[in-house]
């Protein structure tokens, strides 16, 4: 029984793991399944959904980080970090949410939990943006 605990508790945190690690993604992501669903019902078939969900969610990817990356207004970084990170706090609140519905009976400190877990992935997904893009940047 304890072992069958231990797992969980491994399975919990690596879950969170993978969860803070993809959270920079959140945003392409849900384009590119939005992109794909929208070529899949317009007939497309299958491969070329994935095709053109894939061509969607690296192209956001890529615009977003050029548009950190080249503006220089405090304001318009700050909107375009906004833009790219709130997916991926609700992402984290919706994750946390997910983990805490069972083990927390109190509803206020669920929702306290769920929304530090939010804030907390999307201050990952800001540095994780700003991070990749100073190394962009830096390169000869």
């Not at 945003?27 to 491969?47: E, H, K, N, R, V």
């Not at 548009?67 to 919706?94: C, H, M, Q």
Request: net charge positive.
């Amino acid at each position: 029984m304890v072992a069958v605990m231990l797992m969980s508790v491994a399975l919990i945190a690596v879950l969170c793991i993978a969860a803070y690690t993809l959270a920079v993604y959140a945003l392409p992501f849900m384009l590119g399944l939005a992109a794909a669903q929208f070529a899949y019902q317009t007939g497309s078939g299958l491969i070329g959904a994935g095709l053109v969900g894939l061509f969607a969610a690296g192209a956001a990817f890529g615009i977003l980080t050029l548009l950190f990356d080249t503006l220089r207004s405090p304001i318009l970084r700050l909107f375009v970090a906004l833009v790219f990170t709130a997916p991926a706090a609700v992402a984290g609140y919706a994750l946390v949410h997910g983990v805490t519905k069972e083990s927390v009976p109190s509803e206020i400190w669920r929702q306290i939990f769920c929304i530090v877990g939010g804030g907390f992935v999307g201050v990952s997904a800001l540095l994780r943006l700003a991070a990749q893009v100073n190394v962009v940047s830096q390169r000869p």
